[in-house]
């Protein structure tokens, strides 16, 4: 999926703004979307703030796991 995807020639994908994926390190675990705000850049900035806010709180679980 994802680049590969769009590398082997897929038609069946809509990429927008607010879309974004969740990583525990390098690896792609889920993903968040945000939608329904004036101007899709805003979704983009909601979505970027919140996985801000989700990925400082895997970081501190997986710091936490290690310890």
């Keep these: 999926m994802g680049v590969q995807s769009i590398q082997a020639g897929a038609t069946d994908l809509l ?12 690896q792609p675990i889920a993903a968040i979307g945000v939608s329904g705000a004036p101007q899709s850049a805003e979704d983009e900035a ?22």
């Excluded at 879309?19 to 390190?25: A, R």
């Design 15 to 26: 990429l927008l703004p607010g879309g974004l994926l969740i990583k525990s390190g390098d």
């Design 46 to 67: 909601c979505g970027r703030a919140a996985l801000e806010v989700i990925q400082n709180r895997l970081v501190s679980s997986e710091s936490s796991s290690t310890d």
